[in-house]
């Protein structure tokens, strides 16, 4: 099982505008299993040991930094922590504050010292989280079920929802028994199904109203295409979880859905890398990182897709001008990780992703609210 505890959009931008050094950003990749956590804690105080390296570069203050020693040591040393932990550990050190959020997604480790803290591989988390409802629906049950990313799935009561076919029609399916009869003409399979599915949707309307979050159907054919068509919740996902899910317990539905969750988020890359095509030719899209850091820097970003992975170490100035820097020191900080926190203080919505799927091959492809 995943312990994972996410940030919140207004705590990473919190976060973001942190300026005062030395501030220590450690990415560390972990495990769920507890016998394989055994070296985590030794690898977290070797990769603060990099940091120091780096404060002591700058000539930082020994007084600064040994607090942080310290908060690293108790981590390391605390058996329970470990025993409760998802893919990754992100550490955000101060002489006076730590903070550790435990992530879904599989990072690599990464130790980084500035004046403010290194946010980028924490936005892959919380810029696609993997949030959604599951409707597991069959002849003899229903139910809908929660699953977002720092919290066991769990059943949601739902008013007036019925207990299963019977109840939402009040009749048997001619799947159970010899026929089902209107008027006295048959009535089909597929007729007795949507109407099913249109009764649990009109008691979901509600419930869903305002959500943006996915809805993927768990059910068996034909009752899962039917089912998802039927649907008016605008979210309802293409994809649906095949098979009968009366017995499928709600953590294998949710390890389920995180699949096609994961399908949905590259849909959404493709999808931007579409648009950043189509805007590139009105002077509205950049792959350039200078360019992406002026935009960033007057608000003018609306969607910014990046490399979640790489650094770009330098520097940006308040009018949005870089410095470029070949490595990383106490005094420089990640150019890509600045312009995305930039970015995200003016509302853009922001995309982690793969190197092969940011357009033009970058480090990030932005797309612009207007020229510059």
Known sequence: MLHIDLPTRAEIERLSEHREAPAVSLYLATSPLSQETETDGLRLKQLLGEAVKQMEAAGTPKRSFWPMEEAVEEIAEDYDFWQEQANSLAVFLTPTSTR??????????????????????????????HNAYILAISIGAVRLIE??????????????????????LGKRSHLASRGAVRSGKQVSEHALFARYCRVVDAVLRPVLSGHERPLIVAAAEPLASICKSVMSYPHTAEQVIPGSADHTPDHELAEAARGILDAIYADEVKAVARL?????????ATADVAQAARAATFGAVDTLIFDMDEVVHGTIDDDGAVTFSDEATAENYGIVDEIAARALRSGARLMAARKDDIPGGGSLAAILRYPL
């Open 276 to 284: 950043y095509d189509e805007r590139e030719g009105n002077a509205r």
């Open 100 to 129: 550790t959020f435990r992530l879904p997604n599989k990072l690599h480790d990464l130790a980084e010292v500035s004046d403010r803290f290194h946010l980028k591989p924490l936005l892959r988390a919380v810029t696609f989280p």
């Open 147 to 168: 699953m977002t990313a720092d919290l066991p799935p769990h059943v949601v009561q739902v008013p007036n929802m019925p207990k299963d076919f019977n109840d939402a």
